[in-house]
């Protein structure tokens, strides 16, 4: 059946700004990382799609290998966006990135101006766009000169194939000198992906300062990391769970009984609270004032209703802050 989108999707979702652009991003995005690539019923991977935009979640962030296999899950979506969305395109924020290994060859992988730019270009045209909104240089690359990764993004911007520049899983230190370098290029960094949940802290050693202060958004990838940070394995690792799906990003193994009783006593607080520790864990993330989104990832559409509906309860207090705090050290 034709899709035709809630008519009441802008009412439940907050809006926040990117930094000091003039973009403004829902405060839950959906991630295509998993659930989205050749070896997923692409029923779901629709349901999915149309539910997020039904609750007013307008970003949609890809990477040029998502899948598996890599391309597979722009594909898919660009199949999705022309069949359901694409009376809606001006509603939508549609971001990729290029930076890790996409084909072989020494034009492949990390930050040329040769990888950047024709990896867009192959982007746009699996997903059959014109443009996307944002583009990423996906993680900083130790040997091109940090000016060529920039200027690549400055070009791609100034041709039109990309309306905003981005990058992802810089160091603070990288971070400021490539803002530096887009913003003298007349291109302002529009935003930086870091991972970032109550499991992983490296951004608040510097990160987050950097982007309040020049005015950079900040959107936290894997906020529940992976799906730890939810009730999903607090009874063992359900047949349909990421860790039992054979990915090298989330094992049985990485769920050590240390990991599982900080879990357990993080749902006990959540559950104190009347929600459940996803919300939490998400509420948590977004209670940083250079918190512009929280990019989750879904298999199922009540995990996304989770997320949005964690909008409406209560934030955090400082005592309950507090306490999470000293259960995590
Ligand atoms: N820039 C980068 O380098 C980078 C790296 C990784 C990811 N990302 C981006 O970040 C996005 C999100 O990453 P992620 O998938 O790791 O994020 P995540 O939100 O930490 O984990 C998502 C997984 O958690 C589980 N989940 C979600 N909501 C739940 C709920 N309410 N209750 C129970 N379980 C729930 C689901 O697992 P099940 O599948 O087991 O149901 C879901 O697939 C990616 O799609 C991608 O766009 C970027």
């Known amino acids: 059946m034709q899709y035709q989108p809630a008519a009441e999707r802008y009412q439940q979702m907050e809006y926040r700004r990117s930094g000091r652009s003039g973009l403004k991003l829902p405060a839950i995005s959906l991630g295509l990382w998993h659930?989205?690539?050749?070896s997923t019923r692409t029923d779901?991977?629709?349901a999915l799609l149309r539910h997020?935009?039904?609750?007013?979640i307008t970003h949609f962030d890809l990477a040029n290998n998502y899948g598996p296999p890599p391309g597979s899950a722009e594909e898919n979506f660009g199949r999705i966006l022309r069949e359901d969305f694409h009376a809606w395109r001006d509603e939508l924020i549609i971001s990729t990135k290029a930076g890790y290994t996409m084909w072989d060859g020494p034009y492949g992988d990390w930050g040329s101006r040769k990888y950047l730019i024709s990896s867009l270009d192959q982007s746009l045209?699996?997903?059959?766009?014109?443009?996307?909104d944002i583009f990423y240089h996906h993680r900083p690359d130790p040997e091109t000169p940090l000016e060529e990764t920039m200027m690549a993004l400055d070009q791609v911007v100034r041709q039109g194939k990309a309306l905003y520049a981005a990058i992802s899983n810089y160091p603070a230190g990288q971070a400021a000198a490539a803002f530096k370098i887009l913003r003298e290029l007349g291109t302002p960094c529009l935003i930086h992906q870091p991972k970032y949940s109550l499991f992983e802290r490296q951004p608040e050693e510097g990160l987050l300062d950097v982007l309040q202060r020049v005015g950079v958004g900040c959107i936290a990838f894997s906020p529940?990391?992976?799906?730890v940070l939810t009730d999903r394995y607090l009874h063992g690792i359900p047949e349909d769970s990421r860790a039992a799906s054979g990915s090298r990003f989330l094992t049985a193994g990485q769920l050590t009984a240390d990991k599982m009783h900080?879990?357990?006593q993080l749902n006990a607080i959540a559950q104190r609270r009347g929600q459940k520790l996803a919300q939490m864990a998400l509420a948590w993330v977004l209670r940083q004032p250079a918190m512009t989104s929280v990019l989750i990832g879904a298999s199922k559409t009540s995990q996304i209703d989770d997320a949005v509906q964690m909008l409406q309860q209560s934030r955090l207090s400082a005592e309950e802050l507090q306490e999470i705090e000293s259960l995590l050290r």
């Open 35 to 38: 659930n989205f690539g050749d």
């Open 52 to 56: 997020a935009f039904d609750c007013g």
């Open 224 to 227: 529940l990391a992976g799906g």
């Open 262 to 264: 900080k879990v357990q």
């Open 125 to 132: 045209k699996r997903m059959g766009l014109e443009y996307v």
């Open 44 to 46: 779901n991977s629709r």
